[in-house]
C-alpha cells in the first residue's frame, strides 16, 4: 500500500494520528448505517414481493370479471355505462426519510360518491359492478405498490453509493494512514537513533584524558 507523500515530522505524525481515529470511526459509523440500511431494503422488498403478488392476482380476477360483463352485455351499452365516471380521485404526492434517503408516500384522495357505480342498476349485468369494486378497491394497492418499488430503487442506488465509501475508507485511505504513520515513527527512531550516537561520539572523546 503506497504511503502518503509527507514529512516525517511529529507534527504530521500527530496530525495522520487524529486523521486515523477520524476514519476509524467514520468507517464504523458508516458500517452501520450500511448494514440498517441493507436490514430495511430487505424489509421493503419482501413488502413489494407481497404487494405485487396479491396486486397481480386481484388485477387478473378483475379483468375477469370485466370479460365475463363484457360477454354478457352489448358492447354500446357497456361504452355508455361507463362513459361518465361518478367520483375523482387524486393522488398526492409526498416525501418520508428512511435512513436519510428521501422516498415517496403517495395518499389517494377521493370525491365524490366512493359506492356510486357509473351507471343504473337496470342497464348492465351484475357482474360489471363486481368489476368495477375490485379496480376501485385494488388502486390503493397499485399505488402503494408503486411507492414501494421507487423506494426499493433509491435506496439500492445508496446502498451501492455507501458501500463505495465503506470501502473507499477501509481499502484505501485507513491502510494509506497506517502505512505513513508506520513509515513517520520508524524514521522519527531512526533521526533518535543517529543522535544518540553523533551524542555518543562528541562525549566519547571527552570523557578520555
Do not use: W
Not at 516525517?8 to 495522520?16: A, D, H, I, V, Y
Not at 379483468?63 to 393522488?91: D, I, N, S
Not at 360489471?128 to 426499493?152: C, F, G, N, Q, T
Amino acid at each position: 500500500m503506497a504511503r502518503l507523500n509527507v514529512n516525517p515530522t511529529r507534527m504530521e505524525l500527530k496530525k495522520l494520528k487524529a486523521r486515523l481515529q477520524t476514519a476509524v470511526r467514520g468507517h464504523k459509523l458508516l458500517k452501520d448505517k450500511s448494514d440498517e440500511m441493507v436490514r430495511r431494503f430487505t424489509l421493503l422488498l419482501r413488502e413489494d414481493k407481497r404487494l405485487r403478488d396479491e396486486a397481480e392476482g386481484d388485477l387478473a380476477a378483475a379483468l375477469k370479471q370485466y370479460a365475463l360483463a363484457g360477454a354478457l352485455t352489448p358492447a354500446y351499452v357497456q361504452e355508455t355505462a361507463f362513459c361518465m365516471p361518478t367520483q375523482k380521485r387524486m393522488a398526492e404526492l409526498e416525501t418520508e426519510s428512511v435512513m436519510g434517503v428521501d422516498v415517496p408516500k403517495i395518499t389517494l384522495a377521493e370525491t365524490g360518491s366512493s359506492s356510486a357505480l357509473p351507471y343504473a342498476f337496470s342497464e348492465i349485468t351484475s357482474e360489471a359492478d363486481d368489476s368495477v369494486r375490485m379496480v376501485s378497491a385494488l388502486l390503493p394497492k397499485l399505488l402503494r405498490l408503486a411507492a414501494i418499488e421507487k423506494a426499493v430503487r433509491l435506496l439500492s442506488y445508496e446502498i451501492e453509493r455507501n458501500k463505495r465509501r465503506v470501502n473507499a475508507l477501509e481499502y484505501v485511505m485507513i491502510p494509506q494512514l497506517e502505512e505513513t504513520i508506520k513509515y513517520i515513527r520508524n524514521k522519527l527512531d531512526e533521526n533518535e537513533r543517529a543522535s544518540i550516537v553523533r551524542l555518543m561520539k562528541v562525549k566519547s572523546p571527552a570523557s578520555n584524558p
